[in-house]
């Protein structure tokens, strides 16, 4: 089972930038298919970025030009890099893994990952 922590997370002000990271120990992580998620108080879960085995990087438009998502295989790590950060950005960021066996494919649903880090929050300030 891979196991996943995430760090980096804080409070910062409108427009300002902070890089989550999620090392992972356990499993192969050249094969693992990565996540990041986040949660608002009173909102579902939703998805903000992924990356493939490969390295390829995917984002919902919510997101789209402002965070970046990257991986390390030599470390384990993923980061997540998040710029001109916004009050709506504010929650809990949640890494999650999967192992794949097609290095192209990414995955943007919570149901397809069976691995999650502990979180991490993120608080904006207008």
């Known amino acids: 089972q891979v196991q996943l922590v995430e760090s980096g997370g804080g409070l910062v002000q409108a427009g300002a930038s902070l890089r989550l990271s999620c090392a992972a120990s356990?499993?192969?992580?050249?094969?693992?298919?990565m996540g990041w998620f986040r949660q608002a108080p009173g909102k579902e879960r939703e998805f903000v970025a992924a990356?493939?085995?490969?390295?390829?990087?995917y984002y919902p438009d919510s997101v789209k030009g402002r965070f970046a998502i990257s991986r390390d295989n030599a470390k384990k790590t993923v980061y997540l890099q998040m710029n001109s950060l916004k009050p709506e950005d504010t929650a809990v960021y949640y890494c999650?893994?999967?192992?794949?066996?097609?290095?192209?494919?990414?995955?943007?649903?919570?149901?397809?990952?069976?691995?999650w880090g502990q979180g991490t929050q993120v608080t904006v300030s207008s």
């Open positions: 990356i493939t085995s490969g390295g390829s990087p």
């Open positions: 356990g499993g192969t992580f050249s094969r693992l298919a």
């Open positions: 999650a893994a999967r192992t794949t066996y097609y290095n192209s494919n990414y995955y943007s649903q919570e149901n397809q990952y069976n691995s």
